[in-house]
Every structure is written in structure tokens, then in C-alpha cells.
């Protein structure tokens, strides 16, 4: 236990809030499940903070990505373009619809998707069919919408982006699960179409424990959001549904956390941006150490900071034995075998060396100076005396 105490956490929450005296209420006064005040009061808070006019919170992130995918009208058999390189949830969600994923390559600097790749894909191997959809020439398959994942927080040439679609005729859901706090030319990431989710998992930059949230400007889609999260109850005294819906709503013991969360989301951006600084600048010029490049368009919350080096395992195994906790990148969807053989578009698989050099290190937002003074020491030491 005391190894564990002494060990830098990679990113854990920060309950240093109102959490246990909202969560004593939900107790006390018996409201622990889907109905309660705190579940509408932290869509709310969710909604103003990403400047959009409705929330919808979910049971976890996934959970938002499928409603979100159904709510943008795909089918079984039907394609969604994803980055290859995320958390596998994206892939699932659209497997979950009956759907399959296009995996594109990550850009090898934002690693964020290749919209190059996208936009010569899009050009070269789709076309319209006679019902004005988008379709894979190979097969005829409808591709019904493209997935962007705002990896780390980050956000991709979005002006870009949009035109691609425009060009394309081309719906997107933005994955957004990490990227609460970051924006786009001043803009909250997640409301840049008709929909955008938010993840709580317990390492986001706010926690639940576990939860999510579709944010949208559009009011039916909330209206079928909320309808179809809470089993597609068409009358609460009556158990009549009209839909086969989802036991997917959020509760109020967690969503009453997440109350807590929100009112100290702006100090924790805050401090996640701080530590992102704070090892730019410390780390600059160590060995080989390189970081992700954030284009100046984007205000980035540093949500989970992670370096680049081709000594990725040796400095893994390094910080660990020292009590540092670090990771690697999640593997890229085309190597897990579920998704092995699905369509991937690529050039020289950037997903692939961005997975094998990239390490993610300390930065919960309750770091102290000293913690931070510690990891970068570490680092310091494995590039001067270990290689």
C-alpha cells in the first residue's frame, strides 16, 4: 500500500469539491437513481460550459457514442469513417449500430486524422449512388457519417475539416470524449456539427467515475436522445415504450458528482494547461523527446500529456520501477483482432510509429510542483544515464 501512496498517479480525480456533500444529499433524501435534480442540473452545466443549448447525460462515453450514431441515422451495414488511433470505444460504438468502421491514419504531428488521407480517399474510391448517398465504390455500401476523435484534447485544422465534409456532403459526430475545455478559434470542441460527446471516465479531465454527455443545438435530437437513454418511456406512470430503447441515463448519486466537477472544471483546465507548460518547457531539448503539435487556431486542455521517443519502452519501464506512472498510447484499432482485417486507409502507418514512441506521463490536476519537479528529474537521469 505505501508503494502505491508514493507512486506518481498517471491522471486520477480531483475531488477536492462539493462531491461528498451532494452525494450525502442524494443519499439522505433517496434520490440515488436516473430521476433527480443533479442529472438535469449537469447536462445544464455541461451545456453552457461547451456554449451549445442541450445536454444529454449517459451512463459512460460509449454509451453517448452510440446513441449519438443512432441519432445521425446509421444502419446496419452502413460505414462510419473513425480515427484509427483512439480509445477502441469509438470502433465499438459503431459496431454496436450493426455498422462497420473506415479506419484513417493519424497525422504524424497533431495525431489527429489525416484529413490528406481523408479528403484523397473521399475523392478517390467513393462516389453517389442514385439516392444522393455516399457510397464505397468497391462494394456500394453507404458511408453514413465520419467520426473525428480529438485525441489528447487536441483539435485538427477543423475550417479544413468542415469544407472536406462540405465537399463530400458529409455528416460528422465528434468524438470528443477528451477534449472538454479545449476549443477551436474560440470555440468549445464537441459543437462544431449536430452533435458531440464528452466522456467522465475516472481519468477524464472531470470525473463521474463514469458518464457521458451528447451535446447538441438541435432540440429533437435531444428530445430522441433523452427518450431513447431512458428505455423509450413514453409516459412516466405507465410502462409503455414505444422504442426499443436503452437503460442508458445517467444517475444522480454520480451525475451529483459531476455537479461538484463542473464548478471546479475552469481551475482544473487551468492546471492540466500549467502542467502541460511546465514540461514543455522543462523537458525541450532532453534526449529525444519530442511533443505533440498543437496548431495555434487551438486552446489545448492538456488532458492527458504524453511525449514522444523511440526509447518509449526503456523509459516505460524506467519511470514505473521509479514510481512514476506512465503509459502508452492505446493500441490503433487496425491491431487489435476485432478490426484487423477492416478497411484502413494509410500511407506509411503514422498510427503505428505514434503508438510505439509516444509514453504518457503525470498530470493529474492535484499534482504538486514537487511531483512534477520529480518526473521531469527522472526523465532527466534515464536520458544521462541510461542511454
Request: glycine share 6%; aromatic share 12%; net charge positive.
Amino acid at each position: 500500500m505505501n508503494e502505491i501512496q508514493n507512486t506518481i498517479p498517471l491522471s486520477i480525480p480531483n475531488i477536492s469539491g462539493n462531491e461528498l456533500k451532494y452525494v450525502k444529499e442524494c443519499l439522505e433524501t433517496g434520490w440515488i437513481s436516473s430521476a433527480g435534480s443533479y442529472v438535469d442540473k449537469f447536462e445544464q452545466m455541461v451545456a453552457e460550459y461547451a456554449g451549445v443549448k442541450y445536454g444529454i447525460a449517459t451512463m459512460n462515453g460509449t454509451a453517448a457514442l452510440h446513441l449519438a450514431l443512432i441519432l445521425a441515422g446509421v444502419k446496419p451495414k452502413d460505414y462510419v469513417i473513425v480515427s484509427n488511433l483512439t480509445f477502441v470505444a469509438s470502433a465499438n460504438s459503431i459496431k454496436y449500430t450493426g455498422a462497420d468502421p473506415i479506419f484513417i491514419d493519424a497525422d504524424p504531428k497533431t495525431w489527429q486524422m489525416d484529413l490528406d488521407l481523408l479528403d484523397e480517399f473521399l475523392n478517390n474510391k467513393t462516389s453517389i449512388n442514385s439516392d444522393g448517398e455516399r457510397i464505397l465504390i468497391s462494394d456500394g455500401r453507404c458511408i453514413k457519417t465520419i467520426m473525428p476523435v480529438h485525441i489528447q484534447g487536441n483539435i485538427f485544422d477543423f475550417d479544413r475539416f468542415k469544407l472536406i465534409c462540405e465537399k463530400y456532403n458529409m455528416s460528422f459526430i465528434e468524438d470528443a470524449a477528451e477534449a472538454l475545455g479545449s476549443k477551436y478559434k474560440g470555440q468549445s470542441a464537441g459543437t462544431f456539427d449536430k452533435l458531440g460527446v464528452f466522456s467522465f471516465n475516472g481519468n477524464k479531465i472531470i470525473s463521474t467515475g463514469g458518464g457521458g454527455v451528447i451535446v447538441t443545438n438541435n432540440k429533437l435530437l435531444a428530445k430522441k436522445a433523452k427518450h431513447l437513454s431512458t428505455t423509450a418511456k413514453v409516459d412516466p406512470m405507465l410502462y409503455y415504450h414505444d422504442k426499443v430503447g436503452f437503460n442508458y441515463r445517467l444517475v444522480n448519486v454520480l451525475a451529483a458528482i459531476g455537479v461538484a466537477q463542473m464548478e471546479q472544471l475552469p481551475s482544473f483546465v487551468s492546471k492540466k494547461q500549467f502542467i502541460g507548460n511546465y514540461y514543455r518547457v522543462n523537458l525541450f531539448g532532453v534526449g529525444d523527446v519530442e511533443f505533440q503539435h498543437v496548431n495555434d487556431d487551438v486552446d489545448h486542455n492538456d488532458w492527458l500529456f504524453t511525449i514522444k521517443t523511440k526509447y518509449q519502452k526503456e523509459l516505460l519501464k524506467y519511470l514505473n520501477i521509479n514510481k512514476v506512472m506512465s503509459r502508452p498510447f492505446w493500441m490503433p484499432m487496425n491491431q487489435l483482432p476485432m478490426y484487423e482485417n477492416y478497411y484502413y486507409v494509410t500511407k506509411k502507418d503514422n498510427c503505428k510509429i505514434i503508438h510505439d514512441s509516444c509514453l504518457s506521463i503525470p498530470c493529474s490536476t492535484g499534482i504538486t510542483e514537487k511531483d512534477l519537479k520529480k518526473v521531469v528529474k527522472k526523465i532527466k537521469k534515464f536520458y544521462n544515464s541510461c542511454i
